[in-house]
């Protein structure tokens, strides 16, 4: 069973650099073709898809979060990372991570919260 283990810090502060790693654990040949995702859910709002990275390093952002997010991978430690710049309040979310093919995300990480505030 594929696990997703998302990390990084509770609380960025406004204008920071929000960075969150993704651990993937038990993959297979089959998982090797996913595409790995991030996703947020702001407080009382729907999810919200962010972009992903695939095997090949090929990367895919919601445009109108484009110009201040970066997905990257490390593939010796089974990991993909985001990194999202110029943080708002707005950007409070919980942040998940998933994998999958473009016909559906077939694993979630439990995600985890971040919280922009001073």
């Known amino acids: 069973q594929v696990q997703l283990q998302e990390s990084g810090p509770g609380l960025v502060k406004p204008s920071q650099t929000l960075s969150l790693t993704c651990t993937v654990s038990?993959?297979?040949?089959?998982?090797?073709?996913?595409?790995w995702n991030w996703i947020r859910q702001p407080p009382g709002k729907g999810l919200e898809w962010i972009g992903y990275i695939t095997d090949s390093g090929s990367t895919n952002y919601m445009p109108s979060l484009k110009s201040r997010t970066s997905i990257s991978r490390d593939t010796s430690k089974n990991q993909f990372t985001l990194q999202m710049s110029s943080v708002t309040p707005e950007d409070t979310a919980v942040y998940y991570c998933?994998?999958?093919?473009?016909?559906?995300?077939?694993?979630w990480g439990k995600g985890t919260l971040v919280t922009v505030a001073s």
């Open positions: 998933a994998g999958g093919t473009p016909h559906g995300l077939d694993y």
């Open positions: 038990h993959g297979s040949a089959t998982t090797s073709y996913y595409y």
